[in-house]
């Protein structure tokens, strides 16, 4: 089953960490952008990251500037979002997807999403 399959959510207190994996599943990753978004209740989806297939260039959305750092291990096949210094409005459902390059807006592949909550 070609998937991509996200972890590592879970709940931390603010000015924690987490990082989050997103790996995949039936396919390489070594030819697709990912892109990392977040959905909290009641908001939109915010694009919160996104990795070129090389590694070589990455964005972030400005909420996240500065705290997150989206990396690729294209060896095994995962790519990661480290968070630091979480804050309450980060609290979300995280998702990973995959597409041809950053910002296209095309996605071939969608994880199902891991929780992360951020709360003392």
């Known amino acids: 089953q070609l998937q991509l399959v996200e972890s590592g959510g879970g709940l931390v207190q603010p000015g924690g960490s987490l990082r989050l994996s997103c790996a995949a599943s039936?396919?390489?990753?070594?030819?697709?952008?990912i892109g990392w978004f977040r959905q909290a209740p009641g908001k939109e989806d915010e694009g919160v990251s996104c990795?070129?297939?090389?590694?070589?260039?990455?964005n972030y959305a400005d909420s996240v500037k500065g705290r997150f750092t989206i990396s690729r291990d294209n060896a095994k096949n995962t790519v990661y979002l480290q968070m630091n210094s979480l804050k309450p409005e980060d609290t979300a459902v995280y998702y990973c997807?995959?597409?041809?390059?950053?910002?296209?807006?095309?996605?071939?592949?969608w994880g199902q999403g891991t929780q992360v909550t951020v709360s003392s």
């Open positions: 997807a995959a597409e041809g390059s950053c910002g296209i807006g095309e996605y071939d592949y």
């Open positions: 039936g396919f390489t990753l070594d030819y697709y952008a």
């Open positions: 990795i070129s297939s090389s590694g070589g260039s990455t």
